[in-house]
C-alpha cells in the first residue's frame, strides 16, 4: 500500500522518498537494535535528504511544503521527528492512534495470546511491561522488540508539534468496513486538539480492509484515492 500510494503521489508530480528505518525492509541492522530515538533520527535524515534533492532537481520546489506521512505507529513517529525540524511541516495520517501506548499494549497482548496458543503458559501484559521497563527485550510475533524502541513507543504521544512558520496541514484519515461511518470519537477529540493548536485540518473516513492486519498483500484502492485528492485540496 506504501508503494502504491508513492506512485499514485509521484504521478500527481508531488516529489516522494518512501523509506524502510533501520532494521525494516531493505535498511541495515536488524530490527531488535533499533530504537526509537533511531528511527527519529532516520526520519528527519530523510527529510533533509528529500528537501536537499527536490530542489536541486526542480527549482519550483523551493517553497513546497514537506509533508511528513505515516501509518499508525508512523504517526507518532513522524510527530516526534517534527519536533527536531527547523520548519513546520504538514501531516498525513493513515489510521492513526491516540497513543503509543495504546499500541504497545496491543503488541502485548499479542504476545501472550501466542505464547498460549504455543503452550508456554500466559504471563499478563503488565508483566511483560516490567520486563520492558527492567530493560529486557520481548519477542512478538517473530519480532524482538528492544526495551529502547518499546519504552519510546509508549512514551509517545500524538500531540501537535509547535508551529514554525506558516500554518500547517493534518489530513486525517481512517480506514473502517463499515458504510457511511464517520470518524471515530477518539478521533474526534484528538482532531479538535490539532485545530486548537492551530492547524488546519481536514478528515476522512474511507471504506476498505485493515491491510496492515494481513499477512499477505491487501489493497485499499479508495484509500489511495482519498489520499491524493486530499493533499490537492484545501482546509476546509
Request: net charge negative.
Amino acid at each position: 500500500m506504501a508503494a502504491l500510494q508513492s506512485r499514485a503521489l509521484a504521478q500527481a508530480d508531488y516529489a516522494v522518498l518512501q523509506m524502510d528505518l533501520l532494521g525494516c525492509g531493505d535498511s541495515s541492522g536488524e530490527f531488535g537494535d533499533a530504537s526509537w530515538q533511531d528511527w527519529i533520527a532516520d526520519v528527519v535524515h530523510a527529510c533533509h535528504w528529500l528537501r536537499c534533492h527536490a530542489r536541486s532537481a526542480r527549482a519550483e520546489m523551493e517553497d513546497a511544503p514537506l509533508w511528513l506521512w505515516g501509518l499508525r505507529a508512523g504517526c507518532l513517529l513522524s510527530v516526534s521527528a517534527a519536533k527536531q525540524l527547523d520548519a513546520s511541516c504538514n501531516f498525513l495520517f493513515w489510521q492513526p492512534p491516540p497513543s503509543g501506548r495504546v499500541l504497545l499494549q496491543q503488541f502485548l497482548r499479542l504476545k501472550v495470546a501466542g505464547d498460549m496458543l504455543n503452550g508456554k503458559g500466559k504471563e499478563e501484559p503488565e508483566a511483560l511491561r516490567r520486563k520492558i521497563s527492567n530493560g529486557t527485550p520481548v519477542e512478538i510475533a517473530g519480532y524482538m522488540l528492544s526495551a529502547e524502541l518499546s519504552m519510546g513507543l509508549d512514551q509517545a504521544e500524538l500531540a501537535p508539534p509547535p508551529i514554525k512558520g506558516r500554518p500547517p496541514r493534518l489530513e486525517w484519515l481512517e480506514i473502517t468496513s463499515q458504510e457511511n461511518a464517520s470518524t471515530s470519537a477518539i478521533g474526534t477529540q484528538k482532531i479538535r486538539q490539532w485545530q486548537q493548536s492551530g492547524y488546519g485540518v481536514n478528515s476522512h473516513v474511507v471504506r476498505g480492509p485493515a491491510f496492515w492486519q494481513c499477512s499477505e498483500s491487501v489493497v485499499a484502492p479508495a484509500l489511495i484515492a482519498a489520499t491524493t485528492a486530499a493533499l490537492a485540496q484545501p482546509v476546509v
